[in-house]
């Protein structure tokens, strides 16, 4: 998300991001977590598992922010999230950063 200023906490506050884990027999693809997750990180697979439902798979894993809600809405309690530790998160920061030398 872009801001169209910087808060004023930027710095105190960090962004918890996610690892979202799919037990796909489990799913009966009710798509509870695709439709209501805030972030869009979910969408709904074209395979099937083994009841013949479509599951749900992770789109943008990058995107999640641990909140849960996934989680909280399915039914068959076939998905769950856990927190991501900030030293993985800063490692792919900086493999993504690129210095640009003159």
């Not at 872009?2 to 906490?9: A, G, I, Q, S, V």
């Amino acid at each position: 998300m872009k801001f169209w200023r910087t808060p004023l906490d930027s710095d105190r506050v960090k962004v918890p991001h996610g690892r979202i884990h799919i037990i796909v027999e489990r799913c009966k693809g009710c798509a509870y977590c695709v439709e209501f997750c805030p972030r869009d990180v979910l969408e709904m697979s074209t395979e099937y598992n083994q009841k013949g439902y479509h599951p749900p798979y992770v789109k943008v894993e990058d995107d999640c922010v641990n909140c849960r809600l996934c989680e909280l809405l399915c039914p068959e309690f076939a998905i769950f999230c856990t927190l991501k530790e900030e030293e993985e998160v800063g490692n792919k920061e900086e493999v993504g950063h690129v210095e640009s030398r003159s």
